[in-house]
């Protein structure tokens, strides 16, 4: 049982599908998505997988995100953090009872930290 009224698995892939198709025509989000999957089909089940995992502890996901963002690293900036978490607050708000967007916002803007802290080159010891 999850603690995440408001959302199913019909309705992670309603938002998901949502969500992608926005990043997808995306002038920022766009190229640098259209660019790394090209399988959407299949990527779009994947991302399914791995939300349903996150908000419903359905343990579907078996993929490693962190390697996936780190094949792209050099074309993932703070910019596109913040364009992503703000489609991502759209879509989840239009298709999402208020607290169900709220988690979901709230997981995705934890998530985007994490990636972000290990994506982001460390300085290095000595400089300023």
């Avoid at 999957?37 to 994947?46: A, F, K």
Wanted: aromatic residues 8%; glycine residues 4%.
């Amino acid at each position: 049982m999850h603690d995440s009224p408001g959302i199913d698995d019909d309705t992670l892939q309603r938002v998901v599908a949502l969500f992608y198709d926005r990043v997808r025509a995306d002038a920022v989000l766009g190229p640098v998505f259209n660019d790394a999957i090209h399988d959407w089909p299949g990527h779009l089940q994947t991302l399914s997988a791995f939300w349903s995992s996150v908000m419903l502890t359905s343990g579907r996901y078996k993929g490693n995100p962190m390697a996936a963002h780190l094949k792209h690293q050099a074309r993932i900036t703070p910019a596109l953090f913040e364009r992503w978490l703000e489609l991502w607050a759209q879509a989840t708000a239009e298709s999402l009872p208020p607290d169900a967007a709220c988690a979901m916002q709230a997981k995705a803007a934890r998530i985007a930290r994490s990636l972000q802290y290990a994506l982001s080159p460390l300085p290095l010891p000595g400089a300023a």
